[in-house]
């Protein structure tokens, strides 16, 4: 009878511990696959925010700005609210001028990075319509030595002319009432920079790198107070 008691108990114990062991296996699958949802789930993002197809994270979606890009022999362009937007260079002359229409439409702008690393243009002649010079416009044209800004500019972006080595002299008309910084940054060569607004204020153009620069402006203008407390070499207009 006892030996009958003993083989029950034993079956019975064994049917607990397989059935123990099922839930566990089950809690363990179960938690495994908790955690595999939550590797694969998508990064937390808080409200207002969007996420390019790079992941990267911005406060607000960036504006797209879509352009129609047209050609001609020497220029790739953009007509926009009846101006014309020289966005790249792609001739081969060393002497460039720029037309100050396109299609009938004026050339208003040379936008940015349009000439960028143009390494054998030497003289680029902008047009009297031309009213802004956008951002590193002229980067990196080793070989420019000559370049007019006409009177009609009236703003030099952010590095406009930075590492036009060979220029040695630019005017700044009286209406341009702003040049960016970095705009001569590493124009090893310019020695001569006329200003000729007396209201215009510097910032940062790179001018301290230039120690063979003299720098001509209005007597008693923001750029001449400042170019002669630096020491450069300055006379008045």
């Excluded at 955690?35 to 996420?51: G, H, K, L, R, Y």
């Excluded at 940054?185 to 006329?194: D, F, S, W």
């Excluded at 200003?195 to 923001?222: R, V």
Aim: with cysteine; proline share 5%.
């Amino acid at each position: 009878m006892r030996k009958m008691v003993l083989v029950s108990a034993l079956l019975a114990f064994a049917v607990i511990s397989a059935g123990c062991a099922e839930v566990s296996d089950e809690s363990a699958s179960e938690s495994a696959a908790q955690t595999t949802s939550a590797d694969e789930a998508e990064p937390v993002v808080e409200p207002d925010t969007f996420i390019d197809e790079f992941g990267n994270v911005y406060d607000e979606k960036p504006t797209v700005h879509v352009r129609d890009v047209k050609e001609s022999s020497d220029f790739e362009y953009v007509i926009e609210d009846g101006r014309t937007k020289i966005t790249k260079y792609i001739g081969n002359e060393q002497y460039v001028a720029i037309p100050d229409s396109i299609e009938g439409v004026p050339v208003t702008e040379i936008s940015y990075y349009a000439f960028e690393a143009n390494y054998d243009v030497v003289s680029v002649q902008i047009p009297e319509s031309v009213t802004l010079i956008g951002e590193d416009a002229f980067m990196d044209c080793a070989s420019l030595a000559e370049v007019n800004i006409p009177e009609a500019v009236t703003g030099i972006d952010r590095g406009a002319f930075v590492a036009c080595a060979s220029l040695t002299e630019v005017t700044v008309p009286q209406n341009v009432a702003y040049v960016r910084e970095e705009a001569f940054t590493a124009c090893e060569g310019l020695t001569t920079l006329r200003i000729m607004n007396p209201d215009l204020k510097y910032e940062n153009w790179g001018l301290e790198e230039l120690p063979n620069l003299t720098i001509y402006a209005p007597e008693g203008s923001e750029v001449m107070r400042w170019a002669q407390e630096k020491g450069f070499n300055c006379a008045a207009l």
